[in-house]
Structures are given as C-alpha cells and as structure tokens.
C-alpha cells in the first residue's frame, strides 16, 4: 500500500512558477513509476507528465512540454512537479499517482493522491 500527499498548489500570476510535491509513504517508493494528472473544472482528467521509476526516462503532454519538469528523489520518497510560464489554461486540481508501469494511461497507476489546487490568474 502506498500513500501519497501532494503539496505546493497555490495561486499564481500567469507566467509565474510553482513546483509541486508529491510524498509517498512506505519503502517501496523507488519500484513505481510517478505520474502527475490535472483535472480542471468541467473536464476530465487528463495526463500531465511521467517519470520513470529509475527517474532517467521521462514524458510530457504537448501542453506543457518545455515548461514543466518531472523529477524524483528515491531516497526521500518524493516526486516534484515544476511548473514555470505557467498559464490560465494549467487552471487545475494536480494528482499525483503510482503504478508499476511507466505510461501516460490512468488505469496504469494503482494509487492516487488527493490533489492540490493549482489557480493561475490572467
């Protein structure tokens, strides 16, 4: 069992910059791969990025490719999301997950976060 607790949402003028945390409880940290997911208001969730659990192979969605950063620290059982040139549009609640595959598919993560609020003004 894995348990994770997001940190770091906020409110943001666009163009600023928040990083996200994500703590994972329990010593098996270090065999998932990470994901981070968005859900904005009235629309489904979707997939925001990924890193692999040898934190060398990383993906993005096309949204934000350039301007986020998924990394991870084993030894201290945290993935981080930075977020940079952040716009109206990365309005969203952040989810972070955990699953044994590396993909960018929900149903490949078995454990879920609660979320944290990211608002970005215009």
């Known amino acids: 069992q894995v348990q994770l607790v997001e940190s770091g949402g906020g409110l943001v003028q666009a163009g600023g910059s928040l990083r996200l945390s994500c703590a994972a409880s329990g010593r098996t940290f270090g065999f998932y791969s990470m994901g981070w997911f968005r859900q904005a208001p009235g629309k489904e969730r979707e997939f925001v990025s990924a890193i692999h659990r040898s934190g060398v192979t990383t993906d993005y969605t096309d949204s934000v490719k350039g301007r986020f950063t998924i990394s991870r620290d084993n030894a201290k059982n945290t993935v981080y999301l930075q977020m940079n040139s952040l716009k109206p549009e990365d309005t969203a609640v952040y989810y972070c997950?955990?699953?044994?595959?590396?993909?960018?598919?929900?149903?490949?993560?078995?454990?879920w976060g609660q979320g944290t609020q990211v608002t970005v003004s215009s």
């Open positions: 997950a955990a699953g044994p595959i590396f993909g960018r598919s929900q149903t490949q993560y078995d454990y």
